[in-house]
Every structure is written in structure tokens, then in C-alpha cells.
């Protein structure tokens, strides 16, 4: 059982930061990729983030780029994504992923095999 758990949302004001915390479990972490990603109501799931087995390749929405740090501690199983500079339209939930690929970090959501619940961030004006 693949099991994907996020932490560390929440409300924040613009300009503020959170870091993100995904606690994986049920496979070999440190084989695959991980990701981020991120919906708002309304809108489809999009990509945020995405980082390799051995974190030497990432990739970041363009729009993130500068704000967004993805990274993970493959001995604790766990990826986290630091969010700076935060603005309202960040606001969403985001959800960590397992993708079926191990170097690749240009995800779709195609490319995920699990899904975590989701945390919520509400970033206000």
C-alpha cells in the first residue's frame, strides 16, 4: 500500500512562506521521482515541482521558478517543497506524488502513480 501523507499547509499572508512536508511509505522512496502539485477550485491539477531519486534533476513550473525549492532526505522517506514570496493565486491544495519514472522530473499527471490527500494553502491578500 503506497501511502502519501502532506503536512505543513495552511493560512499565510502574501509574502509570507511554508514549507511542505510529504511522509511516503509502501514503496522504495529512493527510486523514484517525487513531485508536487497544486489545485485550485476551478481549475485542473497543475504541476509545481518535481525532483529525481538522487536530487540532481528538477524541474519547476515557469511560474515558480525563484520561489519554490523542492527537495528531499530519501533516509527519512520524505520530500519537502519550500515556498516563499508567497502570493494569493499560490492559494490551493497541494499534493505530493509518486511518479513511475526515477530520473525524468518533466511530470504530467500521467506520470503519477500515487497521490498523497493533500494539504491546504490559503495565502490572503
Known amino acids: 500500500q503506497v501511502q502519501l501523507v502532506e503536512s505543513g499547509g495552511g493560512l499565510v499572508q502574501t509574502g509570507g512562506s511554508l514549507r511542505l512536508s510529504c511522509a511516503a511509505s509502501?514503496?522504495?522512496?529512493?527510486?523514484?521521482?517525487m513531485g508536487w502539485f497544486r489545485q485550485a477550485p476551478g481549475k485542473e491539477r497543475e504541476f509545481v515541482a518535481a525532483?529525481?531519486?538522487?536530487?540532481?534533476?528538477?524541474d519547476y513550473a515557469d511560474s515558480l521558478k525563484g520561489r519554490f525549492t523542492i527537495s528531499r532526505d530519501n533516509a527519512k522517506n520524505t520530500v519537502y517543497l519550500q515556498m516563499n514570496s508567497l502570493k494569493p493565486e499560490d492559494t490551493a491544495i497541494y499534493y505530493c506524488?509518486?511518479?513511475?519514472?526515477?530520473?525524468?522530473?518533466?511530470?504530467?499527471?500521467?506520470?503519477?502513480?500515487?497521490w498523497g490527500q493533500g494539504t491546504q494553502v490559503t495565502v490572503s491578500s
Open positions: 506524488a509518486k511518479s513511475r519514472t526515477v530520473n525524468r522530473v518533466v511530470l504530467n499527471t500521467a506520470d503519477i502513480t500515487a
Open positions: 509502501g514503496f522504495t522512496f529512493s527510486t523514484f521521482a
Open positions: 525532483i529525481s531519486w538522487s536530487s540532481t534533476n528538477f
